[in-house]
């Protein structure tokens, strides 16, 4: 009995470990990937403040409270004469596989490794969607821009609104300068976004995070959403939402888009 008791404890204390383990390797990889968003940030602030002048008003990790109670954060809006600019910073290495209208991404490394995320283009839609309704102004007057910096490569044709590199970056903001708006109309532009602003404290950002890992309903057919890992093929490991009344609906999306 005393065996069999101290047998059990030692099993425990190896499934302790491998948990604290496991747990501790997740955590380093989402601080990793959070570090590396960060990182991609200050680099297109970097590009703002090299290449902007006194012409555009530049608001970085803008996380705003929508009409609907929900909340949003863009990485960079950018107001201006010539439009509101609405970016995305994506810092990505190995191959990107990308078609505009795809609903997920591939990105692929030498050893084999692949990894989908969500369309960006999707996602800096609703963000532009988002910006047009606060300001009350047509989407026409908003331009959305999806950067990538990072030393990743297309090997697809690069998608129209996505920029690879500093260079091709800056050069939108030279393109761009058809004037949308009046001079007197920035400040009232500005003071709207300002309005509309949260403060990026603890509070906020976890709330923003749980929204995002609210389970979502099924878009198709209503049901509930499932939290499914790939057990096979070349994604096996990664995490998806998968609908509940499968096989009867198929529908699968990316978690926290």
């Given at each position: 009995?005393?065996?069999?008791?101290?047998?059990?404890?030692?099993?425990?204390?190896?499934?302790?470990?491998?948990?604290?383990?496991?747990?501790?390797?997740?955590?380093?990889?989402?601080?990793?990937?959070?570090?590396?968003?960060?990182?991609?940030?200050?680099?297109?602030?970097?590009?703002?403040?090299?290449?902007?002048?006194?012409?555009?008003?530049?608001?970085?990790?803008?996380?705003?409270?929508?009409?609907?109670?929900?909340?949003?954060?863009?990485?960079?809006?950018?107001?201006?004469?010539?439009?509101?600019?609405?970016?995305e910073t994506k810092n990505k290495s190995g191959w990107i596989f990308a078609q505009e209208r795809?609903?997920?991404?591939?990105?692929?490394?030498?050893?084999?490794?692949?990894?989908?995320?969500?369309?960006?283009?999707?996602?800096?839609?609703?963000?532009?969607?988002?910006?047009?309704?606060?300001?009350?102004?047509?989407?026409?007057?908003?331009?959305?821009?999806?950067?990538?910096?990072?030393?990743?490569?297309?090997?697809?044709?690069?998608?129209?609104?996505?920029?690879?590199?500093?260079?091709?970056?800056?050069?939108?903001?030279?393109?761009?300068?058809?004037?949308?708006?009046?001079?007197?109309?920035?400040?009232?532009?500005?003071?709207?976004?300002?309005?509309?602003?949260?403060?990026?404290?603890?509070?906020?950002?976890?709330?923003?995070?749980?929204?995002?890992?609210?389970?979502?309903?099924?878009?198709?057919?209503?049901?509930?959403?499932?939290?499914?890992?790939?057990?096979?093929?070349?994604?096996?490991?990664?995490?998806?939402?998968?609908?509940?009344?499968?096989?009867?609906?198929?529908?699968?999306?990316?978690?926290?888009?």
């Open positions: 009995m005393e065996i069999l008791f101290i047998v059990l404890l030692i099993v425990i204390i190896c499934l302790a470990l491998l948990f604290s383990a496991t747990s501790g390797t997740e955590e380093k990889k989402k601080i990793h990937a959070q570090e590396k968003g960060r990182l991609g940030e200050r680099r297109v602030q970097g590009i703002h403040d090299w290449n902007l002048g006194a012409d555009y008003h530049d608001f970085d990790d803008v996380l705003l409270k929508l009409p609907n109670g929900e909340s949003t954060q863009i990485d960079h809006i950018v107001i201006s004469i010539y439009g509101v600019f609405v970016v795809e609903r997920q991404w591939t990105q692929t490394f030498p050893n084999g490794k692949k990894y989908r995320f969500q369309n960006p283009l999707h996602q800096n839609y609703k963000h532009c969607q988002a910006i047009a309704d606060l300001l009350a102004i047509p989407r026409e007057k908003i331009h959305s821009a999806v950067v990538f910096i990072g030393d990743a490569e297309f090997k697809t044709d690069i998608p129209n609104q996505v920029y690879c590199g500093k260079s091709a970056y800056a050069a939108l903001y030279e393109q761009k300068k058809e004037i949308l708006f009046e001079e007197k109309e920035i400040p009232s532009l500005i003071a709207r976004l300002q309005h509309a602003r949260l403060e990026n404290n603890a509070d906020n950002l976890q709330q923003h995070i749980e929204q995002l890992h609210r389970t979502p309903r099924c878009p198709k057919c209503g049901a509930k959403m499932l939290e499914i890992t790939a057990k096979k093929g070349e994604f096996t490991g990664q995490y998806f939402y998968g609908c509940s009344r499968f096989p009867h609906c198929r529908h699968t999306q990316p978690i926290s888009q």
